[in-house]
């Protein structure tokens, strides 16, 4: 019995050094980043609003399928490096390979929530104007996440840190943070700087055909890319709802103030902490090691997280009141019931994607492919209800 408490002491306590020196440090800057993109979008949110409603209908889809496909792909480089697949550097040839594809997997969401967007919208000048907008943002921010991805999960690899508890949550947020700057900025390029804009839009293009030209599409990856362009093609229809709740209810978020800056971060850490338990959970699977349906140790996991999350989302209501001083000039102070009601809102996502992972798998999808999509957008759906519930009652 004594060696038995032994062991469980010390695997908790190798679990706690992995959350306090891998994921909250991860998760901490990734809620930072987060910030900068929550910055833009307040500072511009009454703009988009009014200007370009499509994009608030396209937005958390954006956000929230981008940092999907190359969760994804995180999640494939770790099992890959894991298993033996991959060599732990930049110039593996599974690299340029899984970039290329994930930046096609990245289009074809972003046509369909363009679809929804004009269709509710029903402007075609204004139509156009976004489907232009965001085909340049996406294959410039495709390529830029690619690399960011690969080096998310290599660099911690060869440091002996588990890539699973640094690399979604660093993806993710990575994605957010490139997201909607590159967006807010060729959206004023395309108003104020056409040629260079049209210029820029066809070096886009070019780039993205180098990147076809030195992949070489094998069988499996066919499988990789059919799979996972069915799970973000289905989850770019349920993305819409986030998208649709967003833009029906952007006067109130406005109104708020505080959520129009938080809206990133808080869907961000929210999707990341879930990406974090469904990797973890894929990656057991692929290794078999996985401890029957219900363990002990993936609830101490979730606990922790948990707490993690809790003291996030008071971090983040901090630093938005500051960032809303700084660039909108208002007054604004903690929000009790989001403090209340944020970590209780962060259990139940993990708790989804941990069933999620095993689910899809005996279901004889690849959780690798699946989860953190699945998991992320799901999360964007759920945090959007939530932000629009505190809003309620704050306003």
Do not use: Q
């Given at each position: 019995?004594?060696?038995?408490?032994?062991?469980?002491?010390?695997?908790?306590?190798?679990?706690?050094?992995?959350?306090?020196?891998?994921?909250?440090?991860?998760?901490?800057?990734?809620?930072?980043?987060?910030?900068?993109?929550?910055?833009?979008?307040?500072?511009?949110?009454?703009?988009?609003?009014?200007?370009?409603?499509?994009?608030?209908?396209?937005?958390?889809?954006?956000?929230?399928?981008?940092?999907?496909?190359?969760?994804?792909?995180?999640?494939?480089?770790?099992?890959?490096?894991?298993?033996?697949?991959?060599?732990?550097?930049?110039?593996?040839?599974?690299?340029?390979?899984?970039?290329?594809?994930?930046?096609?997997?990245?289009?074809?969401?972003?046509?369909?929530?363009?679809?929804?967007?004009?269709?509710?919208?029903?402007?075609?000048?204004?139509?156009?104007?976004?489907?232009?907008?965001?085909?340049?943002?996406?294959?410039?921010?495709?390529?830029?996440?690619?690399?960011?991805?690969?080096?998310?999960?290599?660099?911690?690899?060869?440091?002996?840190?588990?890539?699973?508890?640094?690399?979604?949550?660093?993806?993710?947020?990575?994605?957010?943070?490139?997201?909607?700057?590159?967006?807010?900025?060729?959206?004023?390029?395309?108003?104020?700087?056409?040629?260079?804009?049209?210029?820029?839009?066809?070096?886009?293009?070019?780039?993205?055909?180098?990147?076809?030209?030195?992949?070489?599409?094998?069988?499996?990856?066919?499988?990789?890319?059919?799979?996972?362009?069915?799970?973000?093609?289905?989850?770019?229809?349920?993305?819409?709802?986030?998208?649709?709740?967003?833009?029906?209810?952007?006067?109130?978020?406005?109104?708020?103030?505080?959520?129009?800056?938080?809206?990133?971060?808080?869907?961000?850490?929210?999707?990341?902490?879930?990406?974090?338990?469904?990797?973890?959970?894929?990656?057991?699977?692929?290794?078999?090691?996985?401890?029957?349906?219900?363990?002990?140790?993936?609830?101490?996991?979730?606990?922790?997280?948990?707490?993690?999350?809790?003291?996030?989302?008071?971090?983040?209501?901090?630093?938005?009141?500051?960032?809303?001083?700084?660039?909108?000039?208002?007054?604004?102070?903690?929000?009790?019931?989001?403090?209340?009601?944020?970590?209780?809102?962060?259990f139940g996502v993990m708790w989804m994607a941990y069933f999620m992972a095993i689910i899809f798998d005996r279901t004889g999808l690849d959780p690798d492919n699946a989860t953190v999509p699945t998991i992320t957008t799901i999360a964007d759906i759920i945090s959007t209800l939530f932000i629009v519930a505190v809003a309620h009652m704050i306003v």
């Amino acid at each position: 019995m004594a060696v038995v408490r032994a062991w469980i002491s010390e695997e908790f306590r190798e679990f706690i050094r992995e959350v306090m020196l891998a994921s909250f440090p991860a998760l901490l800057l990734c809620l930072l980043l987060d910030f900068f993109a929550g910055a833009f979008l307040g500072k511009f949110f009454d703009k988009i609003m009014n200007e370009y409603p499509i994009i608030l209908v396209i937005l958390p889809g954006l956000m929230g399928l981008r940092g999907n496909i190359y969760g994804s792909l995180a999640s494939r480089f770790t099992t890959m490096l894991h298993l033996g697949e991959m060599t732990p550097t930049i110039k593996d040839r599974n690299v340029t390979k899984n970039v290329f594809i994930s930046i096609i997997l990245s289009l074809v969401p972003v046509l369909i929530l363009w679809s929804i967007g004009a269709i509710k919208i029903r402007s075609l000048e204004i139509a156009i104007a976004v489907l232009l907008i965001i085909i340049a943002s996406t294959v410039f921010a495709g390529i830029v996440l690619g690399y960011i991805t690969a080096l998310a999960t290599i660099i911690p690899f060869k440091h002996e840190i588990d890539p699973d508890a640094v690399a979604a949550p660093i993806v993710t947020s990575a994605a957010d943070l490139i997201t909607v700057p590159l967006l807010v900025s060729f959206m004023l390029l395309y108003e104020k700087f056409s040629v260079e804009f049209y210029a820029l839009f066809a070096a886009g293009l070019v780039l993205l055909g180098l990147l076809a030209k030195f992949s070489k599409i094998e069988k499996s990856d066919r499988r990789v890319l059919a799979e996972v362009l069915g799970v973000v093609g289905a989850l770019a229809l349920l993305s819409s709802v986030s998208g649709g709740l967003l833009e029906t209810y952007s006067g109130l978020i406005y109104a708020s103030v505080i959520f129009s800056v938080m809206y990133p971060a808080v869907l961000a850490t929210t999707g990341n902490l879930g990406a974090i338990i469904g990797t973890k959970t894929s990656t057991r699977i692929h290794l078999g090691e996985l401890e029957g349906f219900l363990n002990r140790k993936i609830l101490v996991e979730i606990l922790v997280y948990s707490a993690v999350g809790a003291l996030l989302g008071l971090l983040a209501n901090i630093i938005a009141i500051l960032v809303v001083k700084v660039t909108l000039g208002a007054r604004v102070g903690l929000v009790k019931p989001f403090l209340v009601l944020y970590p209780i809102l962060i259990f139940g996502v993990m708790w989804m994607a941990y069933f999620m992972a095993i689910i899809f798998d005996r279901t004889g999808l690849d959780p690798d492919n699946a989860t953190v999509p699945t998991i992320t957008t799901i999360a964007d759906i759920i945090s959007t209800l939530f932000i629009v519930a505190v809003a309620h009652m704050i306003v």
